[in-house]
């Protein structure tokens, strides 16, 4: 139980192009899911929160309106990159907080690699 | 506020022998504290994880952590290291109770297991 999926793993674009990552809860229902990015050989920086239904949340320094996320749905949460840069490239990360339960517990997805030319 | 330190980006065991990865935190409220392990070009998976009740925790492939709150601590450990368990760790913690969901990340500790 608890699988977060995500879609592309890879993605290659060129710059100046937009990229839509999917983040899928796939066994459980999730109201709020993170998006992360993580450079190499570091940790996790919390970009945003997503919250089904509403607006998301966007840590300080994030771009609202180069990364728009939406949570259309209890199971699905999509990241775009607008206007991609060769600096976006990063390895993205989402995670969902199960609604059942306590849900103090955030599962992962595996990742999205993204390289821009 | 949630913060977390990682004592040694880089922690190298022999196979069979003690893994210990050092995780000390801040919380100015009750914390719930994870461990998770990320492989190459992956997710995390979460290990394990303190809440409430019993300070020691098991996780998953023979892990297990302690929570102290005299001394703000959750050390990971392992008692024989197996050549599979060669991953990055992060520890993270957020507060208990609430709305506010967000974990707080180490900068991640890279296990290596030798031979």
């Known amino acids: 139980g608890a699988v977060v999926s995500q879609h592309p793993s890879r993605v290659i674009c060129k710059s100046g192009t937009s990229v839509k990552i999917e983040c899928r809860s796939l066994d459980f229902q999730a109201t709020t899911m993170f998006w992360y990015r993580q450079f190499p050989k570091q940790s996790l920086m919390l970009m945003a929160t997503?919250?089904?239904?509403?607006?998301?949340?966007?840590e300080q320094g994030v771009e609202k309106d180069k990364f728009l996320i939406n949570h259309a749905s209890l199971t699905l949460s999509t990241l775009t990159v607008t206007s991609a840069h060769p600096e976006d490239s990063s390895f993205y990360i989402c995670?969902?907080?199960?609604?059942?339960?306590?849900?103090?517990?955030?599962?992962f997805g595996p990742g999205t690699r993204l390289l821009v030319l | 506020a949630q913060s977390v330190t990682q004592l040694g980006s880089h922690v190298s065991v022999s196979e069979g022998a003690l893994v210990l990865l050092r995780c000390n935190y801040s919380s100015s409220v009750p914390p719930y504290l994870f461990w998770y392990v990320q492989y190459p070009n992956q997710g995390l998976q979460l290990l394990l994880k303190?809440?409430?009740?019993?300070?020691l925790v098991k996780g998953i492939n023979g892990f297990e952590a302690e929570f102290k709150k005299s001394e703000t601590s959750f050390h990971l450990t392992k008692p024989s290291a197996h050549m599979s368990d060669a991953a990055e760790y992060f520890c993270?913690?957020?507060?208990?109770?609430?709305?506010?969901?967000?974990?707080?990340f180490g900068k991640g500790t890279l296990l290596t297991v030798n031979p």
């Open positions: 997503s919250n089904e239904g509403s607006k998301a949340t966007y």
């Open positions: 993270a913690v957020r507060g208990s109770g609430g709305s506010n969901y967000k974990l707080t």
């Open positions: 303190y809440t409430t009740g019993a300070t």
């Open positions: 995670s969902a907080r199960n609604l059942a339960g306590a849900g103090e517990t955030q599962y």
